[in-house]
């Protein structure tokens, strides 16, 4: 079984700065693309950053850009998202997405997190 896990979500004041952490867990082989999205309370889930399988190759939404960075740590299995003069329109639960992992057996499956909140507010 194949899983993401965020952590680093929370309550920061306007202009404050918050880390996520994506870590994958189980019988992986190789992680493609990683994926940050969010979701704020009665909007629809939205693309916020992407990063290639290898790193080289980042992208991120119009609004965030500047502010926000995606990197990866392959050798941990593991994506961050460096999130910079936060506005309280950034309030959302953030998930981690694969769009697709790869096991030991060779089975490619898409994997998404649980969510992590992210409260910008004074």
């Known amino acids: 079984q194949v899983q993401l896990v965020e952590s680093g979500g929370g309550l920061v004041q306007p202009g404050g700065s918050l880390r996520l952490s994506c870590a994958a867990s189980g019988n992986i082989f190789t992680i493609n693309v990683m994926n940050w999205y969010r979701q704020a309370p009665g909007k629809s889930r939205e693309l916020v950053c992407a990063?290639?399988?290898?790193?080289?190759?980042?992208r991120c939404a119009d609004s965030v850009k500047g502010r926000f960075t995606i990197s990866r740590d392959n050798a941990k299995n593991t994506a961050y998202l460096q999130m910079n003069s936060l506005k309280p329109e950034d309030t959302a639960v953030y998930y981690c997405?694969?769009?697709?992992?790869?096991?030991?057996?060779?089975?490619?499956?898409?994997?998404w997190g649980q969510g992590t909140l992210v409260n910008v507010s004074s």
């Open positions: 997405n694969a769009d697709w992992i790869a096991t030991m057996s060779r089975k490619y499956v898409e994997v």
């Open positions: 990063i290639s399988r290898g790193g080289g190759g980042t």
